[in-house]
């Protein structure tokens, strides 16, 4: 997958959907609101914080790869390095 054809809420959404987890279980598991979880994969919001990804990496069985490409794109969302290299 190219990351640049994809952005953090397209990838989330497509990963939540394939694991047949609505939003508000997602959000559940998150420990967030429905309401701001559905705001993330509407990109209205930034994306999740690095504790809230592996969270959901672990709730969605994520491989490493898929994992990479969710920090990678979460990051270029925040503009930011990707969120598990906190010290590059």
């Known amino acids: 997958m190219d990351i640049n054809e994809v952005t ?8 939540r959907e394939r694991e047949k987890i609505t939003l508000r279980q ?7 609101s429905a309401a701001y979880y559905s705001d993330v ?3 209205r919001r ?3 914080s690095l504790e809230k990804l592996e969270l959901f990496a672990s ?10 490409i969710m920090f990678d ?5 925040r503009s930011e390095v990707a969120p598990e ?3 590059y």
């Open 8 to 15: 953090f809420s397209q990838y989330i959404t497509g990963i």
């Open 26 to 32: 997602m959000a559940e598991h998150l420990c967030v």
């Open 41 to 43: 994969e509407k990109g």
């Open 46 to 48: 930034n994306p999740l």
């Open 59 to 68: 709730v969605a069985s994520m491989t490493e790869d898929e994992k990479t």
């Open 73 to 77: 794109l979460a990051g270029k969302g």
């Open 85 to 87: 290299l906190p010290d």
